[in-house]
């Protein structure tokens, strides 16, 4: 079984920036795509951006390209997301998640973290 823990949300000026981490454990997670994902309050969860297995191949939603980067680092079996010239429109609880399978679905989802930025 895996887990994933975020860490790194907290409540923020607009244009400060934030940097998550997801530990993964119980399995080792270097060969396999993780992803970040947001929902807001009365919203649905929405994708956020996804890095492959080896950090060579990244996705973003197009409301963070730009501002938000995706990396990993597999020794540590990690994933961040380094979120800068953040936004209110940004505030969401922010998850983690793992894909084990090609298809793009996520098996493995974190508990999340809250992120709140104020204008």
């Known amino acids: 079984q895996v887990q994933l823990v975020e860490s790194g949300g907290g409540l923020v000026q607009a244009g400060d920036s934030l940097r998550l981490s997801c530990v993964a454990s119980?399995?080792?997670?270097?060969?396999?795509?993780m992803g970040w994902f947001r929902q807001a309050p009365g919203k649905e969860r929405e994708f956020v951006a996804a890095i492959n297995w080896s950090g060579g191949s990244t996705r973003y939603a197009d409301s963070v390209k730009g501002r938000f980067t995706i990396s990993r680092d597999n020794a540590k079996n990690t994933v961040y997301l380094q979120m800068n010239s953040l936004k209110p429109e940004d505030t969401a609880v922010y998850y983690c998640?793992?894909?084990?399978?090609?298809?793009?679905?996520?098996?493995?989802w974190g508990q999340g973290t809250q992120v709140t930025v104020s204008s």
């Open positions: 119980g399995r080792t997670v270097s060969t396999y795509t």
């Open positions: 998640a793992l894909s084990l399978r090609s298809s793009g679905l996520y098996d493995y």
